[in-house]
């Protein structure tokens, strides 16, 4: 069984940065696509950015310029750096991993608030 672990999230101004990370264990880490969904009080779960076995980087369009995913496949982490923070990016932050053509796994979440 796939498990996630974040951290990195908390309280931060506009203009500000945020680097998330996301442990995974029980799979075969290098093998799958990796994810960063959020989901914003009273809006619908979002796609943020993802990441393939191969290195290959996608991102939401209010994501593109300031947000970068990457990961580490000797830790077995997935990473969200995201600079110039706007508070329409408040929400919690979920890693999440592929399976069987789905985002089969999710962590926890991680709350980030973007407020002055």
């Known amino acids: 069984q796939v498990q996630l672990v974040e951290s990195g999230g908390g309280l931060v101004q506009p203009g500000g940065s945020l680097r998330l990370s996301c442990v995974a264990s029980?799979?075969?880490?290098?093998?799958?696509?990796m994810g960063w969904h959020r989901q914003a009080p009273g809006k619908e779960r979002e796609l943020v950015a993802a990441i393939t076995s191969g290195g290959k980087t996608t991102y939401a369009e209010s994501a593109k310029g300031r947000f970068t995913i990457s990961r580490d496949n000797a830790k077995n982490t997935v990473y969200l750096q995201m600079n110039s923070l706007k508070p329409e990016d408040t929400a919690v932050y979920y890693c999440t991993s592929r399976a069987d053509w789905r985002w089969a796994y999710w962590g926890q979440g991680t709350q980030v608030t973007v407020s002055s």
């Open positions: 029980g799979g075969i880490f290098s093998r799958v696509a």
